[in-house]
């Protein structure tokens, strides 16, 4: 979106006119002069724009607490949707900042998404080039297997709000706005860490929850936001019924007691990150 600033253009003996004219090419005819005033108007530079990709699952998993905050940073974010997406046209290196979202299918079931390979292809080349990424559950398992990691069922259903423990690395990183904050897990995989990654955060019944390596892969949706996920508990229906000891109105129950917290230190710990890569 180009923007024509509020600015003054005057002549010798003239008031200061304005124009508030938003969306539009800048050009010399959407400026009001003085009548009688032959002086060209200086048009505004255009401010650069981050631009943001965020590939999606399924669409009750999106950006969550992470929209608003790339907003008040100007981030353009668009949304590719996975499953019905061209990937194959899909420039990885386009963006400022890639993010790939969480979903309810296995990285390794290519057989019955094929579209999973050339989401692995993409990730994998915006890794190479070191460009910002994060991701998101199934987000960091295709990351983890684009850097040649393992993924597999961990034979354990992780669903439901707990914190997280820190490793030291982990301590001193953005992670540590989350130190003792209860997070949504949401998975039943787990992978291998990728070579050279290093490990930030893990589970009892998960190892691997994050890692780092220039770009951070996170197993738990840091990003969950209260309200939204009652669609998540419609999406989710049969995987809620299915599992043991899990019930709607316990996770109902949970996310009002710790959404509140996790939206707050998320937006703290997303945001640091942001920072740091300059966006």
């Not at 850097?147 to 914190?163: D, Q, T």
């Not at 951070?216 to 989710?236: I, K, N, S, Y």
Request: glycine content about 8%; proline content about 7%; some cysteine.
């Amino acid at each position: 979106v180009n923007v024509l600033r509020n600015e003054a253009h005057t002549c010798p003996g003239e008031p200061a006119v304005f124009d508030r004219t938003v969306n539009l090419q800048p050009t010399a005819a959407s400026v009001r002069m003085p009548r009688g005033c032959n002086m060209r108007p200086r048009l505004a530079e255009r401010d650069p724009v981050p631009r943001t990709l965020a590939i999606r699952h399924v669409p009750f998993e999106d950006l969550g607490s992470l929209g608003p905050l790339l907003a008040e940073r100007n981030h353009d974010v668009r949304y590719v949707e996975a499953p019905t997406a061209d990937l194959d046209s899909v420039d990885p290196l386009a963006s400022d900042l890639l993010v790939v979202l969480g979903g309810p299918i296995g990285v390794y079931e290519n057989d019955r998404y094929p579209f999973l390979d050339a989401e692995v292809a993409l990730i994998a080349r915006r890794l190479t080039a070191l460009r910002p990424t994060l991701g998101i559950c199934l987000g960091s398992q295709l990351m983890a297997k684009a850097l040649g990691a393992r993924v597999y069922p961990s034979g354990i259903k992780e669903i439901g709000w707990s914190p997280g423990t820190l490793t030291t690395e982990g301590s001193a990183s953005c992670l540590r706005h989350l130190a003792d904050v209860a997070v949504l897990h949401w998975h039943g995989d787990t992978f291998d860490l990728p070579a050279n990654a290093t490990l930030l955060a893990s589970t009892a019944a998960c190892r691997n929850q994050a890692f780092r390596r220039h770009a951070l892969a996170l197993q738990f949706h840091g990003e969950a936001m209260g309200r939204a996920l009652e669609a998540w508990f419609v999406g989710h229906a049969c995987e809620i019924a299915a599992t043991p000891d899990l019930s709607v109105s316990q996770l109902r129950a949970d996310t009002l007691r710790f959404s509140p917290l996790l939206e707050q230190r998320g937006r703290e710990c997303f945001g640091e990150w942001l920072t740091a890569q300059g966006l």
